[in-house]
């Protein structure tokens, strides 16, 4: 790795890993859990936040209490575990990992899934060598990711932040990314609409490919 050379830190759920259908229905079974109608894709899409309680927040007018966030939480898991075996890699994922490597850069892996559970994911779709780190979280859910992108940019020892691109899903990202001094690149096809990734006034992205090709272009 150089400094001189552009880093990417991709996000996965949402991101690199098109699961937004099963967070929909996992997200619905932890409402019902305690009375709160469904929520449907766009209407999702345009409240989602980080931390976690905060989205909840927003739909049910006040936190969740301590008992009601571990009841959803478990329920959530569980409901997303049942339909996780549906869910593929985003269009054009692999190639794209693939071609960032073979042209001899840089690129990593940093997620809030639990760590545990990403790993074997990722060797799943047969993409673990195309990174030089893969990161879940470690701890308890519901928290950002602005703290775990320090440790995982500290650990990854010779990349240079002002030479780094986040891109992912959520306007977390670019806020994490603002926390280390890296820049960012928000896709538009995951948990966010395209109105609410706006507030974080960096570029957007409908493809992951059009992801890449402003990251590089950020970073010229």
């Avoid at 937004?20 to 409240?47: C, Q």
């Avoid at 939480?73 to 049942?82: G, L, P």
């Amino acid at each position: 790795m150089g400094k001189h050379e552009t880093h990417i830190i991709w996000d996965w759920n949402g991101t690199l890993y098109h699961d937004i259908d099963a967070v929909i229905a996992a997200t619905n079974a932890a409402f019902a859990e305690i009375g709160l109608e469904p929520i449907t894709l766009d209407r999702y899409r345009e409240l989602y936040c980080v931390p976690v309680p905060r989205f909840y927040e927003r739909l049910m007018g006040r936190l969740p209490t301590q008992d009601e966030w571990l009841q959803m939480d478990v329920v959530f898991r569980r409901r997303y575990e049942e339909q996780q075996a549906g869910c593929e890699l985003a269009d054009g994922a692999a190639a794209l990992l693939e071609g960032w490597q073979t042209a001899g850069r840089t690129q990593s892996l940093l997620s809030l899934y639990g760590h545990e559970e990403l790993l074997p994911l990722v060797s799943r779709f047969g993409i673990a060598s195309r990174f030089v780190r893969v990161q879940g979280r470690v701890g308890p859910s519901g928290g950002g990711k602005a703290e775990h992108m320090v440790r995982h940019l500290a650990e990854l020892h010779e990349v240079d932040a002002a030479r780094t691109v986040v891109i992912g899903d959520a306007v977390d990202d670019a806020l994490a990314a603002q926390h280390v001094g890296a820049r960012a690149v928000l896709y538009s096809g995951g948990s966010h609409s395209r109105a609410s990734l706006a507030e974080a006034g960096v570029p957007i992205a409908d493809t992951l490919a059009e992801a890449v090709e402003l990251a590089e272009a950020l970073t010229a």
